[in-house]
T-cell receptor, first 117, second 114 residues
Framework: AQTVTQSQPEMSVQEAETVTLSCTYDTSESDYYLFWYKQPPSRQMILVIRQEAYKQQNATENRFSVNFQKAAKSFSLKISDSQLGDAAMYFCAYRRESGGSNYKLTFGKGTLLTVNP | DARVTQTPRHKVTEMGQEVTMRCQPILGHNTVFWYRQTMMQGLELLAYFRNRAPLDDSGMPKDRFSAEMPDATLATLKIQPSEPRDSAVYFC????????????FGAGTRLSVL
C-alpha cells in the first residue's frame, strides 16, 4: 500500500522569507501523481500544486514550487516570499495512475505552517 | 465559480441518531469521493463513486455507514446509528474522472456526536 510521510508536524517562517515543507512517499508504481493541498482555518481544502511522476521538470505555480526527486521518492514544497495568507495546514497527497479505476488520494498527516509578521 | 457544495456545515447530534450529509459535486464531474478527517487518523477515504456507481467503499464501516448517489447532482453519506467516535470533519470531493482527475473539495461537514 502507498504511504505518504510528512516528517515536520509544524514549521514557521518570517513573512517575505522562503520555507520548504518535506514529503516522502512509498510506492511500487512508476506512474502516479503528487499533490500539495492547503487547508486554512476555514477548513476548505485548496489545491496548491501538482506533479506528474513522468515529468522530470518540477512544477511551479507563482510563489509555490516543488522539488520532485523520483528516485528518492521525495516531493518537497517551497514557498517563496511567504505571506500571512499562506498560514495553513499543508497536506502532501499521492494518487496512482491506474488507468481510471481508482483515483483515491492518500494523504500525509500534514504540516502546520505559521507565518510570522 | 464552480464549487463542491456540502450541507450542513455543522451538525451536532446525540448518540444513536441518524445523520445525513449531502454533497453537490461540480457540474460535469463524474467521480465523487467521501473523506473523513480526524486528529488521530488524518484524512482517509471512506467511499468513491464513478458515474454514480460505488467503486471503493473499503474504508467505510459497513454496519453503520452508507453512501449513495441518487442522481448525478447529489451524493449522500448516512450514519445510522451515530456514535461519539464518528465525530470528525467529512469532506466530499469531485473530479472529472480523466487524466489527473484533480479532486476539488467542499468545505466539509463538521459532525459532533454527543
Amino acid at each position: 500500500a502507498q504511504t505518504v510521510t510528512q516528517s515536520q508536524p509544524e514549521m514557521s517562517v518570517q513573512e517575505a522569507e522562503t520555507v520548504t515543507l518535506s514529503c516522502t512517499y512509498d510506492t511500487s508504481e512508476s506512474d502516479y501523481y503528487l499533490f500539495w493541498y492547503k487547508q486554512p482555518p476555514s477548513r476548505q481544502m485548496i489545491l496548491v500544486i501538482r506533479q506528474e511522476a513522468y515529468k522530470q521538470q518540477n512544477a511551479t505555480e507563482n510563489r509555490f514550487s516543488v522539488n520532485f526527486q523520483k528516485a528518492a521518492k521525495s516531493f518537497s514544497l517551497k514557498i517563496s516570499d511567504s505571506q500571512l495568507g499562506d498560514a495553513a495546514m499543508y497536506f502532501c497527497a499521492y494518487r496512482r495512475e491506474s488507468g481510471g479505476s481508482n483515483y483515491k488520494l492518500t494523504f500525509g498527516k500534514g504540516t502546520l505552517l505559521t507565518v510570522n509578521p | 465559480d464552480a464549487r463542491v457544495t456540502q450541507t450542513p456545515r455543522h451538525k451536532v447530534t446525540e448518540m444513536g441518531q441518524e445523520v445525513t450529509m449531502r454533497c453537490q459535486p461540480i457540474l460535469g464531474h463524474n467521480t465523487v469521493f467521501w473523506y473523513r478527517q480526524t486528529m488521530m487518523q488524518g484524512l482517509e477515504l471512506l467511499a468513491y463513486f464513478r458515474n454514480r456507481a460505488p467503486l471503493d467503499d473499503s474504508g467505510m464501516p459497513k454496519d453503520r455507514f452508507s453512501a449513495e448517489m441518487p442522481d448525478a447532482t447529489l451524493a449522500t453519506l448516512k450514519i445510522q446509528p451515530s456514535e461519539p467516535r464518528d465525530s470528525a470533519v467529512y469532506f466530499c470531493a469531485s473530479g472529472r474522472g480523466t487524466g489527473e482527475n484533480i479532486q476539488y473539495f467542499g468545505a466539509g461537514t463538521r459532525l459532533s456526536v454527543l
